[in-house]
């Protein structure tokens, strides 16, 4: 019997939401190297965002040949890259794309386990109504989950063939998906998914000398040619993202100097709405280790930085009227940290998992992490964004406290 559909007109969290007009756009791969599978979408990677604040180097540190290299100029794609997918399973933003990883439409009801194969498997030794992948350490998390979403009742199998030890895609260090597997089980498990529904690893060990060196041609597998193979991956292969939307009566102000406006993970849509899916949204326990949390102290100045380059849009700088106030969507945030490294006066912690520990709460909607009104200063009259607490400016407080440090240092404490 096929899953009844999301509740319509509510979030993740089940909580109704009032209906907005589609204004999702199309995004397109641009191909790393010429003639070459791998493609990113340059608004979603983390460090062609903000190159000056970002750090993230998952891509570069996951590939086995080590093909991909993250600089300040951006990523570089060099010859040995063996289009594995590996560096687009582990990208948190979903920004690299390599045909062959598209989970298919939802899968009949035969009564076996929905199995997963590598294209270097010959296809006539993977089980009927199988899924066949370029490699399966291309498999991210949220891939892993749709996959479960698709499959109905049939149990998922990523077929472990003991190949990949010695294997130019995988590894000595075990299975390259059971990284992505495990956390996929455990957010299913915290989500209240019946054991059955949890997807396993099955070992279907084939003699090694049927093993090709490389992950064979797509065009073999895709049935369509070189050049239909790429004007998908380029032109034709577009992801419709939803844009990041003000709450009702306030109006979003951005910084300028920063480069690109927000954009959602397509990494985290996909666990998500596939969890959401598998669980017909009756969520026994929300996955919290799913959720991020984040702190901001008394130094907080309003610069407003945090918001400007957060990716996602998880911050955002909310005004109306002369208020001001920094709002946080625990539903976006992917735990990059780069509000945290880039807040110049370190007012910002970000806590991976937050709502993970006992007694925390998870959220329903977005939290205020500060307030700022605009005011006049007592000391020297000008106009600026305070704390309701604060009568003076950053100017008046700063030279007060410096004004403070050097009588103490001239006439002692007083004591």
Known sequence: MPAPAPRRGRDFFGVKRKAVSDTSSPLKYRPLRPQHPLG?????????????????????????????HVGDDGLRLDESCIACGRCAAACPMGALGLPGFTVPEPARETGTPLAVDCWKVPAKLTPDHGMRVPCLGGLSTGRILEIVAVAGSRPVELLDRGWCAGCSAGGADGHPA???????????????????????????????????????????????????????????ATVAVDQIRPLPGSEVRRRRGFEREPIRSRERDRMLGALQRITHGAWLSPPSGLFHRIEVNDSCANHQICASICPTGALAVYEQGQRS?????????????????????????LLPNGYAVPGASLPDRPTRLAAFAERGCAECGRDFAGRDEESLCPQCRKRQRLARSAFQTLFGSGR
């Open 40 to 68: 990113i979408v340059d608004d979603a990677c983390l460090r062609l965002r903000a190159p000056r604040y970002a750090t993230c180097r998952a891509c570069e540190d996951v590939c086995p040949p080590q093909a991909i």
């Open 178 to 236: 059971r990284t992505a597997l495990e956390h996929a089980s455990d957010l299913l498990e915290a989500a209240g998914a019946a054991p059955e529904r949890l997807p396993r690893l099955r070992g279907l060990h084939l003699p090694s000398d049927l093993r090709p060196a490389a992950i064979p041609a797509a065009v073999g597998e895709a049935k369509i040619s070189r050049r239909g193979f790429f004007s998908a991956l380029t032109a034709k």
């Open 325 to 349: 106030e920094l709002m946080f969507d625990t539903t976006l945030c992917i735990g990059c940290g780069e509000c945290q490294s880039a807040c110049p006066t370190a007012a910002l912690q």
